[in-house]
């Protein structure tokens, strides 16, 4: 196969005067070159060594939005990378693409030849004191969710993280006065040309790309760790092809986590999620403690497409899709009615009409979408059927016997997914706060 046959990660750049980097790719006779707008007052100081290899890392994941076009199983890389480089790249156009593999019916696993040349980089600096009590300022990708909330609570000293910035990522780093940097991308026009013009289009592993990003900024800016809020549901697969899992949130699974900090490691970067122990239903109960950051929260992925694309400048719960669904139902576990319609602006319990939405939570075929684990969603609806509260709302009276059921199945309940449980890489300070702020959570509600 020829370099014609392939995705070519090709030239990248940085202008220190613009704040502009560049990073190109070729494919099928097409160049491609997509752009991130960076602070010029982060671009001064920085070790040119580290700021090459967090480059690399960028122009790596960031190429999984072009390879999609054509998928063609080989991908070259002009640059050298480093042996922990490669396994994150391999990672991204392999398992971080599975879902695209499934939807556009292509083989999986979705497997993908690298051409590249290894290489020991030895960086010109001494590495940074450990994160655990390293006492630079911590760099906080947010989303604008309730997973960013918690962080912004817990992690200090901190400066929060933007990818275009919506107006939901501003109002939670706002309340929880957390300062905001922004960074600007942009995706090449031809892009979106080609996919009109039959190209395959799909998920690709965004959690990936940011962490990329949050890694150059880190470096620019002499931040360290950065610190995502993945939990633990996103080790959970969305479904199985022929034996193999495929995972919507495979960019925010443990598993990635470790490549990726091995990468992170190499710029001076710490590299962590703070929730990794954490179900979502953990989350949610510490955030419903928090009214002055649960009402500025969004977790609507109607709404966020809809500001990226230049859309209505208002955010706002849109209420019908799977993540909206999904976060309604857990804050229900821990809200009374009124403080729910009071954080959503409406009740999506009492339409009947989204009763089959509510189901796909914990059905053999969970929604694409950055939802908590199955049982986690059967335990919270039979949780509400059981509460007065909430136990004669349209949907709760539909669905609770059903969602009952499957919970018992695995002995799943609200009361069982609120302890921490599993692998994590959280330094012990960042735990210790984690702590404490879980030990002030909302019980549930009866």
């Not at 959970?236 to 899992?245: H, P």
């Not at 419903?288 to 109607?302: F, K, Q, Y």
């Not at 497409?305 to 719960?317: F, I, N, P, V, Y």
Request: charged letters at 20%; a negative charge.
């Amino acid at each position: 196969m020829s370099e014609q046959d392939a995705f070519v990660v090709a030239g990248r750049s940085l202008d220190p005067t613009t704040g502009e980097a560049a990073f190109t790719y070729r494919l099928a006779g097409d160049e491609f070159t997509e752009r991130l707008t960076l602070d010029t007052e982060l671009l001064a100081g920085a070790d040119p060594a580290r700021v090459d290899a967090a480059l690399d890392l960028v122009h790596l994941v960031m190429g999984t939005s072009y390879y999609k076009l054509r998928a063609p199983g080989r991908v070259v890389v002009q640059r050298p990378v480093t042996k922990a480089q490669a396994a994150v790249a391999e990672a991204a156009y392999t398992h971080g693409l599975g879902e695209f593999a499934a939807v556009n019916r292509l083989p999986v696993p979705h497997e993908v030849a690298f051409d590249a040349t290894i290489e020991d980089r030895e960086l010109t600096d001494d590495l940074p004191a450990p994160v655990d009590g390293g006492g630079r300022e911590a760099l906080l990708p947010v989303g604008g969710g309730k997973d960013s909330a918690l962080a912004l609570v817990v992690v200090t000293p901190a400066t929060a993280l933007a990818v275009n910035p919506t107006d939901a990522q501003r109002d939670v780093a706002r309340a929880a006065g957390v300062s905001l940097i922004g960074v600007r991308r942009r995706l090449d026009p031809l892009l979106a040309e080609r996919t009109r013009a039959g190209g395959l289009n799909g998920h690709v592993p965004v959690t990936a790309i940011n962490s990329a990003i949050s890694t150059l900024v880190a470096v620019l800016g002499g931040f360290d760790p950065v610190v995502f809020a993945n939990e633990r549901s996103a080790d959970e697969e969305t479904l199985t092809v022929n034996g193999a899992r495929v995972n919507h949130q495979y960019s925010k699974s443990y598993e990635f986590e470790r490549l990726f900090a091995a990468a992170a490691a190499e710029v001076g970067v710490g590299y962590f999620s703070l929730t990794r122990q954490l179900s979502e239903l953990a989350t949610v109960a510490a955030v419903a403690d928090l009214p002055e950051l649960r009402g500025e929260i969004l977790s609507c992925n109607r709404s966020y497409t809809q500001a990226h694309m230049g859309g209505e400048a208002t955010q706002r719960w849109c209420l019908h899709c799977d993540k909206c669904l999904f976060t309604f139902l857990c804050f229900a576990v821990f809200l009374t009615p009124a403080e729910a319609l009071g954080m959503f602006g409406g009740d999506p319990l009492t339409d009947l009409s989204l009763a089959d939405g509510f189901r796909k939570l914990w059905a053999t075929e969970k929604p694409f979408d950055c939802v908590g684990e199955r049982a986690e969603s059967a335990a919270a609806m039979a949780h509400l059927a059981s509460s007065a509260a909430w136990g004669d709302h349209a949907v709760v009276r539909a669905l609770g016997q059903e969602a009952a059921s499957f919970a018992a199945v695995t002995g799943a309940t609200v009361e069982g997914f609120l302890p921490p449980r599993g692998q994590h890489s959280v330094p012990d300070r960042y735990l210790a706060s984690l702590q404490r702020v879980l030990a002030e959570a909302r019980p549930p509600v009866r």
